[in-house]
């Protein structure tokens, strides 16, 4: 099986390979596509500017995602438009943020061989964390770090040997440390910047285009199917 994942305006097809090693580890598999998001413009009249830039649930292209923004001034999160695709910039966010996507239908496993993919950017000294949000509402942040340096690049993030921090919803802070969280029921799953945003030009901010998440499902009670 391969995966194709859009990175600037080609396409690269990624072979999945068996895990190396013995025992027990050739017997996984990575588990197929949960979802893919690639962002959109949300609907805006007059003039294109920033305020009309600003991300809603219209900018989710996958109608079984919900959006959920975290932080002081999340609401200055904002869509634009880079090597053809949309992506979320933080440079107007003058706090530190986090967003998330949550399955409307399940919870998410990312215990085993479950994967991140998402092109990123970053520039002045700006790190993306992942985030996930547990079933008892618990947000957490992981040790995972991007930073690319101005550049788009696809990476790849494996969830079993991180260190995970609690993050405060309200003020995106991260706290204390979460030793072996249950990571088998996540509500949501995305990122966190824990730097305010430098505004447009030469400035600290982050991007991230698109998401795909390889992970088993979680039945949630009550769900719709």
């Known amino acids: 099986m391969c995966l194709l994942v859009v990175l600037g305006n080609s396409y690269r097809a990624f072979a999945q390979q068996p895990p190396q090693g013995g025992g027990a580890a050739e017997s996984q598999v990575r588990p197929p596509l949960l979802f893919r998001e690639e962002w959109k413009q949300p609907p805006y009249t007059g003039q294109l500017n920033d305020q009309n830039r600003r991300v809603t649930q219209d ?9 959920k923004l975290y932080g002081p001034d999340a609401q ?60 008892d509402g618990t947000l957490l942040a992981g040790s995972h770090t991007d930073a690319t340096e101005g550049e788009y690049i ?6 079993a040997n991180q260190h995970w921090f609690k993050l405060d919803p309200q003020k995106v802070v991260t706290t204390v440390e979460v030793k072996n969280p249950d ?16 505004g447009h030009g030469v400035a600290g901010w982050s991007n991230v285009s698109v998401v795909q998440l390889f992970a088993k499902r979680s039945p949630r009670e009550g769900a719709s199917r």
């Open 76 to 135: 200055d999160l904002t869509v634009y438009v880079h090597e053809g695709r949309h992506d979320l910039w933080t440079g107007l966010v003058t706090s530190p943020i986090a967003a998330t996507l949550r399955d409307k239908n399940s919870y998410i496993d990312l215990t085993g061989l479950a994967r991140l993919q998402w092109i990123v950017r970053t520039q002045g000294l700006h790190v993306l964390h992942p985030v996930v949000k547990l079933a």
């Open 59 to 67: 900018a989710v292209t996958n109608p079984s995602l919900e959006l």
């Open 154 to 159: 696809e990476r790849e993030i494996s969830f």
């Open 183 to 198: 990571l088998s029921k996540v509500d949501e799953i995305g990122f966190v910047d824990l730097m305010p945003g430098g």
